[in-house]
């Protein structure tokens, strides 16, 4: 069975750290190129970052540039995303997907989610 | 503010269509390929349409996509009352260089 599975998610205090996982089975992980996605509450979805197959391109959004960072280990099929200096707007259920065609705007396989609760 | 806008909510009957849109500009909708995915909150979202106008395999063909310069357009017929769900469109924006998601659509069936 093709899935992801986040992990890592949980309660920080405004300014500090959290480090998602987000482990592949069922497909050839290192084939893709993957994305974070997130949605806060009563909001609609964000796109958040994105790496390519073999971690030669990241891609961020402007909210979250320069304290995120996506990395990628594909020896172990697993997608990292490094949450600095987080702030209250940040606070969201954050997905792992998939991207199957390969430009970032197609995700076919999506993860459960990981709440990030950022407290002031 | 979303880059890509869509109406906020639309609503229609079991067994009817509904359509909705997502407007974009050039350095979005205009020069990539667009997506559309179901959205129950707290669930994994669903790939619906990718490529402007393509479907997964097992998503039925009641749902379609097309696009048309900076605007596209999903559309759903035969209604069911599982259909109700936010609905976002998602592309990449180069001038960004990041994807980006509609605001997202609530649609009801009444």
């Known amino acids: 069975e093709v899935q992801l599975l986040e992990s890592g998610g949980g309660l920080v205090q405004r300014g500090g750290s959290l480090r998602l996982s987000c482990a592949g089975s069922?497909?050839?992980?290192?084939?893709?190129?993957m994305t974070w996605v997130r949605q806060a509450p009563g909001k609609g979805l964000e796109w958040v970052s994105g790496?390519?197959?073999?971690?030669?391109?990241?891609y961020y959004t402007g909210s979250v540039k320069g304290r995120f960072t996506i990395s990628r280990d594909n020896s172990k099929n697993t997608l990292y995303l490094q949450m600095n200096s987080l702030t209250a707007e940040d606070t969201a259920v954050y997905y792992c997907?998939?991207?199957?065609?390969?430009?970032?705007?197609?995700?076919?396989?999506w993860g459960q989610g990981t709440m990030v609760t950022v407290s002031s | 503010q979303s880059v890509l806008t869509q109406p906020p909510s639309v609503s229609a009957a079991p067994g009817q269509k509904v359509t909705i849109s997502c407007s974009g500009s050039s350095s979005n909708i205009g020069d990539r390929y667009v997506s559309w995915y179901q959205y129950l909150p707290g669930t994994a979202p669903k790939l619906l349409i990718y490529e402007n106008n393509k479907r997964p395999s097992g998503i039925p063909d009641r749902f379609s996509g097309s696009k048309s310069g900076t605007s596209a357009t999903l559309g759903i017929t035969g209604l069911q009352t599982g259909d109700e769900a936010d609905y976002f469109c998602g592309t990449w924006d180069s001038n960004l260089s990041a994807g980006v998601f509609g605001g997202g659509t609530k649609l009801t069936v009444l």
């Open positions: 997907a998939k991207d199957f065609r390969g430009d970032y705007h197609a995700f076919d396989i």
């Open positions: 069922g497909f050839t992980f290192r084939n893709y190129a």
């Open positions: 790496i390519s197959s073999l971690s030669g391109s990241t």
